[in-house]
């Protein structure tokens, strides 16, 4: 298996908040339509960054975990898609959750992005919903054991 041609690594908001504006602005507000209002709030301060770079140092990807398990703004530039950079994120927030011991992580899943997500251990609870116009489902890591 190729290793893979990017490297994870958590971001500090402040220091480098331009880069992960630049992703999720990419993703969410242009490609999805999410509004900028909705896109940004008050957790971005508080929560823990996770920066995805090509090997020139370029950002091609970006999560953040909160302090009550929640992982989200999961978000990989369109030409990155598929290439393992969301596995890799996922992996270093879920990685970081444990260390912290954070209460069980959980997400809210985009629908088309449900496959994703069970492949990574995490199954579907409570029923669909809207968020910033896009239908989401709640999905929590299920531990085998």
Same mark, same amino acid.
């Given at each position: %298996?190729?290793?893979?041609?990017?490297?994870?690594?958590q971001?500090?908001? &402040? =220091?480098?908040?331009?880069?992960?504006?630049?992703? #999720?602005?990419?993703?969410f507000?242009?490609?999805?339509?999410? &509004?900028? =209002?909705?896109? *940004? =709030? !008050?957790?971005? $301060?508080?929560?823990?960054?996770?920066? $995805?770079? =090509? &090997?020139?140092?370029?950002?091609?990807?970006?999560? #953040? @975990? @909160?302090?009550?398990?929640?992982i989200?703004?999961? /978000?990989?530039?369109?030409? *990155?898609?598929?290439a393992?950079? +969301?596995?890799? @994120?996922?992996?270093?927030?879920?990685?970081?959750?444990?260390?912290?011991?954070?209460?069980? &992580?959980?997400l !809210?899943?985009?629908?088309?992005?449900?496959?994703?997500?069970?492949?990574?251990?995490f199954?579907?609870?409570?029923?669909?919903?809207?968020?910033?116009?896009? /239908?989401?489902? #709640? %999905?929590? @890591?299920?531990?085998? +054991?």
């Amino acid at each position: %298996m190729n290793e893979l041609a990017i490297s994870i690594r958590q971001a500090h908001w &402040p =220091d480098e908040e331009a880069a992960l504006r630049r992703v #999720r602005t990419s993703v969410f507000v242009k490609e999805q339509r999410v &509004p900028p =209002d909705l896109e *940004w =709030d !008050n957790h971005e $301060a508080s929560a823990i960054h996770f920066l $995805a770079e =090509d &090997p020139d140092g370029k950002p091609v990807g970006t999560a #953040r @975990l @909160l302090s009550n398990g929640q992982i989200g703004r999961m /978000a990989v530039l369109k030409s *990155w898609r598929k290439a393992g950079v +969301g596995t890799a @994120l996922l992996g270093a927030a879920l990685e970081i959750a444990r260390q912290k011991g954070l209460p069980a &992580p959980f997400l !809210n899943a985009q629908v088309s992005a449900i496959a994703f997500y069970r492949r990574m251990g995490f199954n579907e609870t409570g029923e669909e919903f809207m968020e910033a116009g896009i /239908a989401h489902r #709640r %999905m929590e @890591l299920q531990h085998n +054991g």
